[in-house]
């Protein structure tokens, strides 16, 4: 039974990989998108930019939306309306039909994952919820280190419209996963709570407190990886550079189980606060390492272990604190990514706008790293002040 479970929550992770290569894909297609429908380079970029917004916006908004029906049902659903939307982006005639498409499926992306996440945690055994969220995360780090680049070699080779066919077809076969052997829910005989009561989260202050941090380390990420492409063309040769991104990426798929299997060992809090030490630290020294790719190489890999290892700890802590609310949370979580994400790209270009060297970007990367790890500790200790505000169901 618990193989069967297994292969359930791998056919969720073969979701999250056709939506986190779409996710990460594009950018490398977005050259021909502007030469083919003839706009400029921004404009294209805009596509990026609308399906980021979306699914940021999208997900703590739709979920409450789907909160009475069988999550079975909303993943089969939303992926099967994902693969669509990439299908008539692939046949897109225009340039505004290809930004309708994008939008909507970041909407439903942003709701399968939110969705699947949570499924996949009540899939396990609570020893081994960790692992499960973790399993579903590793589709999205397989995706940075495998789709993106056979999605953007099968773009050049035959062409963009290729690259969303790609999507559909993986978004397609994880559909037909899922309907032929699709994951078991408990059955839960409740009265159905209202929209407002769905979205009571939202006000619960352990679970805002417990965001916090997760905007603070993702904020500081980005501010560096934003430009970490920049930061390795200007010191080292480009094959050089790519075998350091890819480095960079199975650090990801490293990460990514590591934070599952030290949750399920250590609870959520003791593996955020390691990894948040040890990357504050690996970023104060980064100066150091990009002397030479020799030293790069680990310094990247220890970044991103420790970026991917919150990944599963995040999650683990925000449905504990909310279980009968789990996709929610999640969604909430992945709002605040995104949220994240754009403000270190924006605090990391206003920083180099205003002079700073590239190279010393890290110094702001460690500071906020450092700032989540405090924002950590305070509101851990916050939580434990406050009186148990689990959400029931009504009976």
């Not at 050259?31 to 703590?60: E, K």
């Not at 699709?182 to 619960?204: C, D, F, H, I, W």
């Amino acid at each position: 039974m618990a193989q069967a479970r297994d292969i359930r929550i791998w056919v969720l992770a073969l979701g999250t990989f056709a939506i986190g290569t779409d996710v990460f894909v594009v950018s490398g297609i977005l050259p021909a998108i502007s030469a083919h429908f003839g706009t400029d380079l921004d404009a294209a970029g805009q596509t990026v930019t609308a399906y980021a917004l979306t699914y940021a916006l999208a997900a703590p908004l739709l979920v409450p939306l789907t909160a009475a029906l069988r999550q079975v049902r909303v993943v089969i659903v939303t992926l099967a309306i994902f693969a669509l939307a990439n299908a008539l982006c692939a046949a897109a005639p225009t340039y505004w039909t290809l930004m309708a498409m994008r939008v909507i499926a970041g909407a439903v992306a942003a709701l399968y994952t939110s969705t699947a996440y949570a499924l996949a945690a009540s899939q396990a055994e609570p020893h081994r919820k960790g692992a499960a969220i973790a399993t579903v995360a590793l589709g999205l780090t397989a995706s940075a280190v495998f789709g993106v680049p056979i999605g953007t070699a099968i773009g050049e080779a035959l062409g963009w419209r290729m690259t969303f066919w790609l999507i559909t077809a993986l978004s397609a076969a994880a559909v037909a996963a899922l309907v032929a052997n699709p994951p078991r829910e408990k059955s839960v005989v409740a009265a159905v709570p209202g929209y407002t009561a769905r979205l009571a989260p939202l006000g619960q202050r352990s679970v805002l407190l417990a965001l916090a941090p997760s905007l603070l380390w993702n904020t500081a990420n980005l501010t560096s990886y934003t430009y970490l492409g920049a930061i390795l063309s200007q010191r080292f040769a480009p094959h050089v550079a790519v075998i350091l991104f890819s480095i960079y990426g199975i650090g990801g798929l490293i990460g990514s189980q590591c934070g599952g299997r030290l949750v399920d060992r250590f609870g959520a809090v003791i593996p955020l606060a390691a990894c948040l030490a040890i990357a504050a630290v690996n970023q104060s020294l980064m100066g150091f390492s990009l002397q030479s790719a020799w030293m790069t190489a680990p310094a990247l890999a220890v970044w991103s272990i420790t970026g991917w290892g919150t990944f599963a700890p995040q999650q683990t802590r925000l449905i504990d604190l909310a279980p009968d609310s789990s996709a929610l949370v999640i969604a909430l979580n992945h709002s605040v990514i995104y949220i994240g994400t754009a403000a270190g790209a924006g605090l990391g270009g206003a920083a180099l706008a205003r002079g700073l060297a590239l190279d010393d970007l890290h110094w702001i990367t460690a500071a906020l790293l450092s700032a989540a790890l405090l924002a950590l500790v305070a509101t851990g200790r916050s939580a434990r002040r406050l009186p148990s505000a689990r959400l029931t169901r009504p009976r």
